[in-house]
């Protein structure tokens, strides 16, 4: 698909382009700025709750931010908390499954399931400890491969369950294609 734009859209390209720029140099700008004063935040919020690494250092790491967020927002934007939605549904779920109506049984199939399926992040690892005739980009790219196969068996799997609806595939090589030669106006 090649774009056929006269000089007046070519200018304007140019202009938006430019004026993206500025919003997007203004927004990482404001990010770090944003960063500089979480980590003061932290900084006082670990001194506070005495949060401390192994040299008994305030230690930054140890303060949850999504907590936190939740609770700046609460305390200074009057937002509703969602961690304290969040702790209330927990507790109506713990009832439910301390009343026994659930099956231990189901419970702890379910939780065997998980246990298995992060185990498979080993057999990953040992397989490729196997490997001694391949460098490391060759690794990376068999497990890539890997990977989208992955993605496609269990996509069919679940459609096939039921879970998720069939998605048509879609085909952006027209719009991959104006963009590339955006680009090529651009740097023009």
């Known amino acids: ?9 070519i200018q304007e390209v140019r202009e938006t382009y430019e004026k993206l720029k500025n919003i997007y140099e203004n927004k ?4 770090i700025l ?3 004063r979480e980590n003061t935040i932290k900084e006082g919020i670990a001194s506070i709750c005495d949060l401390r ?3 008994g250092n305030v230690d930054i790491k140890k303060v949850k931010m999504p907590l936190l967020i939740a609770l700046l927002n609460e305390i200074f934007n009057e937002k509703e908390n969602p961690k304290e939605t969040e702790y209330s549904i927990m507790q109506d779920y713990r009832t439910a499954l301390e009343g026994g109506e659930i099956e231990a049984e ?11 399926i992060k185990a498979t ?3 990953i690892k040992s397989v490729f400890a196997e490997v001694s005739l391949l460098d490391n980009e060759t690794c990376k790219a068999l497990e890539e491969l890997a990977k989208e196969y992955y993605k496609e068996i269990k ?15 879609k085909d952006d090589s027209e719009y991959n294609e104006l963009k590339e ?6 740097e023009s």
Request: hydrophobic residues 30%.
């Open 181 to 186: 030669n955006l680009e090529a106006i651009l």
């Open 34 to 36: 944003k960063k500089e």
């Open 28 to 31: 990482s700008q404001m990010e």
């Open 53 to 55: 690494d192994n040299e």
């Open 106 to 116: 189901l419970i702890t199939s379910y939780l065997h399931c998980d246990e298995e």
């Open 155 to 169: 996509q069919d799997k679940m459609i096939e369950a039921g879970f998720i609806k069939e998605k048509p595939i």
């Open 1 to 9: 698909m090649t774009i056929n734009l006269d000089e007046n859209q």
């Open 121 to 123: 992040k080993n057999d």
